[in-house]
């Protein structure tokens, strides 16, 4: 099968916050499989990054609201005929162990690490380029000689304070992601544009698929009428141009 390159545009601003932390929960789990000083700095820097995402919204009634909805829209294919219901029901248990989970969290996702000292300390110098070298955070110079164990052990217990965020996150954007299968579209000259019904506003995510070899990258935007998907060819040095001859692609629209 050939390797294709996709790319994404959500349509919503829930989605928009899903995939920022889809994106700072890989990050750290990447920074944390490894063992060095400057592993860990990142991996500390992405649960901050992670702690912010959080602090800009009502995270846990956003969540809460979009595993319910899912829950509810698949309990209703349990009675349609060729459903596999062996998946459906393992899903439909998965929202409702996150849905108790999440009920079950005091505030929002993170806010006992939000109270910690040691944390907040870096996060303000982290504002500040080069804000975290040595000589600024002693405290942090300190924790970062001690042993690649022993920091691990505490960058897994802060990111396991997420769990439940981490896995929701996960389940919602697969849900998301497999719930539309793939169109061949062609954009003629570079250029192409879909409506969206106005009275069907359940379109979350565009994802546009090209072949990994391809010359050009897509460049997306959308809102609740209509999407555009323009192809870029990257100019060394100079501007990205539109490309002139007609494009052909897959596109997913994700309506759930």
């Known amino acids: 099968m050939q390797q294709k390159i996709t790319y994404e545009q959500p349509l919503n601003e829930r989605i928009r916050t ?4 889809e994106f700072l929960f890989l990050q750290a789990q990447h920074s944390l499989a490894k063992n060095s000083v400057w592993d860990h700095r990142a991996t500390l820097l992405s649960i901050l990054d992670i702690l912010s995402v959080c602090s800009r919204t009502d995270l846990k009634t956003e969540v809460l609201k979009e595993l319910e909805r899912h829950a509810a829209g698949l309990a209703l294919l349990e009675t349609v005929p060729g459903v596999d219901l062996a998946e459906l029901r393992q899903i439909l248990d998965q929202l409702d162990n996150l849905i108790d989970r999440f009920h079950s969290i005091s505030g929002q996702p993170g806010q006992g690490l939000r109270q910690n000292e040691f944390l ?24 970062l000689q001690q042993s690649a164990e022993q920091r691990s052990n505490d960058l897994w217990q802060w990111l396991g304070t997420l769990e439940t965020l981490r896995l929701s996150v996960e389940l919602i954007l697969r849900l998301v992601r497999e719930c539309a299968a793939p169109t061949h579209e062609v954009a003629i000259g570079g250029f192409s544009q879909k409506s969206l019904e106005a009275d069907n506003p359940s379109c ?39 490309a002139a001859e007609d494009i052909k692609f897959d596109l997913t629209c994700c309506i759930i």
């Open 120 to 143: 907040n300390s870096i996060k303000q110098r982290s504002a500040i380029p080069g804000g975290l070298c040595d000589f600024d955070l002693p405290a942090y110079h300190f924790w």
């Open 204 to 242: 979350q995510l565009v994802r546009v698929s090209l072949p990994a070899n391809s010359r050009y990258y897509a460049e997306i935007s959308g809102g609740k009428q209509r999407f555009t998907v323009r192809f870029m060819q990257p100019v060394t040095g100079g501007r990205a141009v539109q």
């Open 18 to 21: 899903l995939l920022r932390l």
